[in-house]
């Protein structure tokens, strides 16, 4: 698991007795150790971080570079470096700022009759039902208005490519990082992510859901969708209302517990809708598995299908996404039952009619803190990026 102490805190380099900073993201002990060699070059290597000097290549990045992309290992060219960072952002985003596609009406009714519909769909309701009394209540959760996070992760990323060179294992690299989200009902909520130097943004202001990193400041944009990290334990009621519509497909042991497995098939209208002129979703799949003993989720798992066309030709690649969280250390946080720890394994399989590339990252991360009806958040607070609001009424990117 990943180490207990986090930064907060800067010291005002600039002025002797100055007053310190407060961090946007608290980083994890072990990140700031791998800043400089010594205690000033951390601070000021800090200090740029903060500053957002997004363009300054480290020491942590080449390594993640090459190992994102070891065909390209080794080369000193600065578009390899490029390409290779750009790389390491898009697994970075896959995991750390992934997407679920439908939108949680908050102002729905979480419980519905058991007995309407088949026997599959009875009984995934009556597990809902379940798992709202095992986090905490209707009521309580209902008293939920805003949600303040912070937490650490720390990735793994390793890359087996289907075409390896001299059949050489893959390459892995490990890092340390925190984030902080924020989320207001219904549909507001931000998320920053700083992992090894490098910065993920993404957030909803209930009209678009927007994604930015420091590798490239044109923000991507697409329809409004919750934040997959929320289904990892953070947010009961939007994850009782995700699955209120699903069928229960059998049972599994997951983590030594018996569990009832929940499917839900994302449909044609909604993958039509976050569908490009470039690039078609062919499919989404979520699946929640369910304690039989403690009604808690115990693991998150979904897959997703891209076909996207290429630039000459009539041919497509596609991008084939896997995601398995296993939620843990489930605890009591003024009545609600909050998973604050667990581990995610991602997957990204990218195949074409030339093209076949295979990517592996697992993230471990661990809640550090939470609270819940945050006074003072007001909308200002998740309005997208001036980028993302300039494009008005472009087609949406494929990026999200």
């Known amino acids: 698991m990943v180490n207990?102490?986090?930064?907060?805190?800067?010291?005002?380099?600039?002025?002797?007795?100055?007053?310190?900073?407060?961090?946007?993201?608290?980083?994890?002990?072990?990140?700031?150790?791998?800043?400089?060699?010594?205690?000033?070059?951390?601070?000021?290597?800090m200090r740029n971080l903060m500053r957002?000097?997004?363009?300054?290549?480290?020491?942590?990045?080449?390594?993640?570079?090459?190992?994102?992309?070891?065909?390209?290992?080794?080369?000193?060219?600065?578009?390899?470096?490029?390409?290779?960072?750009?790389?390491?952002?898009?697994?970075?985003?896959?995991?750390?700022?992934?997407?679920?596609?439908?939108?949680?009406?908050?102002?729905?009714?979480?419980?519905?009759?058991?007995?309407?519909?088949?026997?599959?769909?009875?009984?995934?309701?009556?597990?809902?039902?379940?798992y709202l009394a095992a986090t905490g209540?209707?009521?309580?959760?209902?008293?939920?208005?805003?949600?303040?996070?912070?937490?650490?992760?720390?990735?793994?990323?390793?890359?087996?490519?289907?075409?390896?060179?001299?059949?050489?294992?893959?390459?892995?690299?490990?890092?340390?990082?925190?984030?902080?989200?924020?989320?207001?009902?219904?549909?507001?909520?931000?998320?920053?992510?700083?992992?090894?130097?490098?910065?993920?943004?993404?957030?909803?202001?209930?009209?678009?859901?927007?994604?930015?990193?420091?590798?490239?400041?044109?923000?991507t944009r697409g329809p409004p969708r919750p934040l997959r990290r929320f289904f990892q334990g953070l947010d009961p009621r939007s994850t009782a209302n995700l699955f209120l519509n699903t069928v229960c497909i059998g049972e599994k042991t997951i983590q030594n517990e018996d569990c009832f497995i929940l499917k839900l098939d994302t449909c044609s209208e909604i993958l039509k809708a976050q569908s490009t002129p470039n690039t078609e979703v062919v499919h989404h799949t979520i699946w929640g598995y369910f304690s039989q003993r403690t009604g808690l989720l115990i693991q998150?798992?979904?897959?997703?299908?891209?076909?996207?066309k290429t630039p000459v030709g009539d041919e497509s690649v596609f991008y084939e996404t896997s995601m398995e969280s296993v939620l843990e250390d489930y605890r009591i946080v003024d009545g609600i039952n909050i998973a604050h720890g667990g581990k995610t394994s991602a997957s990204l399989y990218r195949y074409g009619k030339t093209l076949k590339r295979k990517w592996k990252l697992e993230e471990t991360w661990k809640i550090e803190e939470v609270d819940f009806n945050i006074c003072g958040l007001s909308f200002d607070y998740f309005l997208p990026p001036a980028e993302a609001v300039k494009k008005g009424n472009e087609p949406y990117e494929n990026g999200i």
């Open 52 to 130: 957002a000097q997004h363009h300054h290549r480290s020491s942590a990045a080449d390594k993640w570079a090459s190992v994102t992309n070891p065909l390209s290992s080794g080369s000193s060219s600065s578009g390899g470096t490029t390409n290779n960072i750009d790389q390491f952002m898009l697994l970075l985003k896959l995991v750390g700022s992934a997407f679920i596609p439908y939108r949680v009406q908050l102002d729905r009714a979480i419980t519905k009759p058991i007995k309407d519909g088949s026997i599959e769909a009875s009984t995934a309701k009556y597990i809902v039902q379940q």
């Open 137 to 219: 209540g209707l009521s309580a959760l209902n008293s939920i208005n805003s949600m303040y996070a912070v937490g650490q992760v720390k990735m793994e990323v390793a890359s087996d490519g289907v075409q390896q060179q001299n059949n050489e294992p893959a390459k892995r690299s490990c890092e340390a990082g925190g984030f902080v989200l924020w989320q207001k009902n219904p549909d507001l909520w931000y998320l920053e992510l700083v992992v090894s130097g490098h910065k993920i943004s993404a957030g909803s202001d209930g009209k678009i859901a927007w994604s930015q990193s420091s590798s490239n400041s044109n923000a």
């Open 300 to 308: 998150f798992e979904d897959t997703k299908l891209i076909r996207m």
């Open 4 to 45: 207990n102490s986090m930064r907060k805190l800067c010291p005002n380099l600039d002025k002797e007795g100055g007053l310190e900073t407060v961090l946007e993201v608290p980083i994890p002990e072990e990140m700031f150790n791998k800043m400089g060699s010594n205690a000033v070059l951390r601070w000021h290597n």
